[in-house]
């Protein structure tokens, strides 16, 4: 967890945010600070409270304990909240329904008052930002989902929120539309340097969108960092699985090195105070491991071999023991064949436990 925000700090505060429905605890102390136009991801599994934590940010639900600051404004604390449309909160979820019954530049300029003399300037300069300026006069039942969506962004930063939340905007969008969509997204959130807090399940979202990645598991958040951060040093054995595959296997610490079915490694993340020989849990991605396949002498055995894209996922028994390797590029190993292998040290992880 990052340092303690002050609440007097310029974007959004959860100063021990904490949750209950019905007796049961589903949000847990989660304090951090989102800088002005930075993206913060909350990740994580099916029900680990990511859309709570969201909709106390919003205001849609009170919290049980903790406080929500806006810019140095409270916006929550237990038994006081400020309506959602008295946030100055923009946003952006899944079921972006526009307003049938108003075209496009009337559903962009629905938060800006009607006597503002630049309201008209707002909203087509808005539209031309999401690629719909000519699209205006269109109604949304005329516009594609991708479309649409774009001028629900263009509505919800209309009247300059200070802080844009997302729940899975993409999730209704085609795989190809959501990669256009959210790439658009991404470059108009930035350019409008708001604060914004993204909830999504999709790792690889989180990776492509985020400044920072909140990951959540049963209602903490586990660890918070960059996305490179996350990847490259994962603070528990589930953020390391979050975010792709993993070999996972037991092993004994001895100093700086951990004794495994992959020979003596030396770990970029070690647990400390551990005494020698006592069982760790390592972690190490199929791409930190890589063949020889022109030594017939290794000590691994080709078990399978799956082509993904230009490279192969394969299998090796290694002393007995089954890992995942990925290559890119070159031939697909040959079946039985014995062959070489190196470990990228820098991609293993040590845990107290698995
Ligand atoms: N209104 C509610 N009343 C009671 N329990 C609730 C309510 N809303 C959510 N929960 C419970 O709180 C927990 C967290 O739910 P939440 O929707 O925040 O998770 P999530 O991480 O957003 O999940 P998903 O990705 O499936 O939307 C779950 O166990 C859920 O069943």
């Given at each position: 967890?990052?340092?303690t925000p002050?609440p007097?700090?310029?974007?959004l505060s959860l100063l021990g945010l904490h949750h209950v429905f019905d007796g049961i605890p589903v949000v847990h102390d989660v304090t951090v600070?989102?800088?002005?136009?930075?993206?913060?991801?909350?990740?994580?599994?099916?029900?680990?409270g990511?859309?709570t934590t969201l909709r106390l940010i919003a205001g849609l639900e009170p919290p049980s304990g903790g406080r929500v600051v806006l810019?140095g404004r409270q916006l929550s604390r237990p038994g006081s909240i400020i309506p959602p449309?008295r946030r100055?909160v923009?946003?952006?979820?899944?079921?972006?329904?526009?307003?049938?019954?108003?075209?496009?530049?009337?559903?962009?300029?629905?938060?800006?008052?009607?006597?503002?003399?630049?309201?008209?300037?707002?909203?087509?300069?808005?539209?031309?930002?999401?690629?719909?300026?000519?699209?205006?006069?269109?109604?949304?039942?005329?516009?594609?989902?991708?479309?649409?969506?774009?001028?629900?962004?263009?509505?919800?930063?209309?009247?300059?929120?200070?802080?844009?939340?997302?729940?899975?905007?993409?999730?209704?969008?085609?795989?190809?539309?959501?990669?256009?969509?959210?790439?658009?997204?991404?470059?108009?959130?930035?350019?409008?340097?708001?604060?914004?807090?993204?909830?999504?399940?999709?790792?690889?979202?989180?990776?492509?969108?985020?400044?920072?990645?909140?990951?959540?598991?049963?209602g903490h958040v586990?660890?918070?960092?960059?996305?490179?951060?996350?990847?490259?040093?994962?603070?528990?054995?589930?953020?390391?699985?979050?975010?792709?595959?993993?070999?996972?296997?037991?092993?004994?610490?001895?100093?700086?090195?951990?004794?495994?079915?992959?020979?003596?490694?030396?770990?970029?993340?070690?647990?400390?105070?551990?005494?020698?020989?006592?069982?760790?849990?390592?972690?190490?991605?199929?791409?930190?491991?890589?063949?020889?396949?022109?030594?017939?002498?290794?000590?691994?055995?080709?078990?399978?071999?799956?082509?993904?894209?230009?490279?192969?996922?394969?299998?090796?028994?290694?002393?007995?023991?089954?890992?995942?390797?990925?290559?890119?590029?070159?031939?697909?190993?040959?079946?039985?064949?014995?062959?070489?292998?190196?470990?990228?040290?820098?991609?293993?992880?040590?845990?107290?436990?698995?």
């Amino acid at each position: 967890m990052s340092a303690t925000p002050s609440p007097s700090d310029a974007g959004l505060s959860l100063l021990g945010l904490h949750h209950v429905f019905d007796g049961i605890p589903v949000v847990h102390d989660v304090t951090v600070h989102v800088a002005p136009g930075e993206i913060l991801c909350l990740l994580g599994p099916s029900g680990c409270g990511k859309t709570t934590t969201l909709r106390l940010i919003a205001g849609l639900e009170p919290p049980s304990g903790g406080r929500v600051v806006l810019n140095g404004r409270q916006l929550s604390r237990p038994g006081s909240i400020i309506p959602p449309e008295r946030r100055g909160v923009g946003f952006l979820f899944q079921d972006f329904a526009l307003f049938p019954h108003l075209n496009v530049a009337d559903n962009v300029g629905f938060g800006l008052s009607k006597s503002d003399p630049a309201r008209a300037h707002k909203i087509q300069s808005l539209l031309q930002q999401v690629g719909m300026a000519s699209h205006s006069m269109a109604w949304p039942h005329q516009l594609s989902g991708g479309q649409q969506q774009r001028v629900a962004l263009a509505r919800a930063l209309a009247p300059e929120p200070g802080l844009m939340l997302l729940d899975e905007p993409f999730s209704g969008l085609d795989k190809r539309l959501r990669d256009q969509v959210r790439d658009e997204t991404l470059r108009v959130l930035k350019e409008s340097n708001v604060c914004t807090v993204m909830v999504t399940h999709d790792p690889e979202e989180a990776l492509l969108m985020a400044d920072r990645i909140a990951i959540m598991q049963a209602g903490h958040v586990v660890q918070i960092g960059t996305p490179t951060e996350l990847y490259d040093t994962p603070a528990t054995p589930f953020v390391a699985a979050f975010f792709g595959d993993i070999n996972s296997m037991e092993g004994q610490i001895h100093g700086e090195h951990v004794q495994s079915p992959l020979g003596r490694l030396r770990p970029a993340v070690i647990p400390t105070g551990l005494a020698d020989g006592s069982p760790v849990g390592v972690v190490i991605r199929p791409e930190a491991i890589s063949l020889n396949p022109a030594d017939p002498d290794g000590e691994a055995i080709v078990r399978d071999a799956r082509p993904i894209g230009r490279g192969a996922l394969v299998w090796l028994e290694i002393n007995g023991t089954l890992f995942k390797a990925r290559t890119f590029g070159g031939p697909l190993p040959a079946i039985g064949a014995a062959c070489g292998f190196t470990v990228d040290q820098s991609h293993t992880h040590a845990f107290a436990k698995l």
